[in-house]
């Protein structure tokens, strides 16, 4: 969909936004499915309405810690709104941002496919390298 990449292009423009999440109970975090498309995160990562001539969207992303959370919802809802206007020529009512968890410290890979260092990876993982790093040394 169309919508949903720019939705999630301009969503993670916005300073402090590590990336998209997903909607989806069973998706746990997107970092553990490497060979997962953009556009598929794009998608389980929105939820676009169409009522009475106006779009109403719904995204999910993840912020990094010590983001000032209501300024990085507030900014991304005016990017989205913006660049959606911008592109479609498509009224947009509402824009609604739901911040599914943070990042805490920044890794090297993003599984989002991009180069933004959003620290993506699953906890678990995080923690079972660290503690094999730890017996190493």
Same mark, same amino acid.
């Given at each position: 969909? !169309? %919508? ?13 936004? $590590?990336? *998209? @999440? ?6 746990? =975090?997107?970092?553990? %499915?490497?060979?997962?498309?953009? &556009? ?8 676009? &309405?169409?009522? +009475?001539? $106006? ?12 983001? =000032?959370?209501?300024? !990085? @919802? ?5 990017? !989205?709104? /913006?660049?959606?206007?911008? *592109?479609?020529?498509?009224? !947009? ?6 911040? $599914? ?9 993003? @599984?989002?496919?991009? +180069?933004? =260092?959003?620290?993506?990876?699953? @906890?678990?993982?995080? $923690?079972?390298?660290?503690?094999? +790093?730890? /017996?190493? /040394?």
């Amino acid at each position: 969909n !169309v %919508i949903s990449t720019i939705v999630a292009t301009a969503a993670t423009e916005v300073p402090g936004v $590590a990336c *998209m @999440a997903s909607f989806e109970p069973n998706f746990k =975090n997107i970092s553990t %499915i490497k060979n997962i498309l953009n &556009r598929d995160i794009a998608q389980k990562s929105t939820s676009i &309405r169409f009522n +009475e001539g $106006a779009l109403s969207v719904d995204l999910c992303i993840k912020v990094f810690f010590g983001s =000032n959370l209501k300024e !990085v @919802a507030h900014k991304v809802q005016e990017n !989205v709104k /913006e660049a959606i206007q911008n *592109m479609t020529n498509l009224v !947009v009512a509402n824009v609604n941002v739901t911040i $599914a968890g943070l990042f805490i410290e920044k890794d090297d890979e993003c @599984a989002c496919g991009k +180069e933004c =260092n959003c620290g993506c990876k699953d @906890a678990d993982e995080d $923690a079972a390298e660290l503690k094999q +790093e730890e /017996e190493k /040394e």
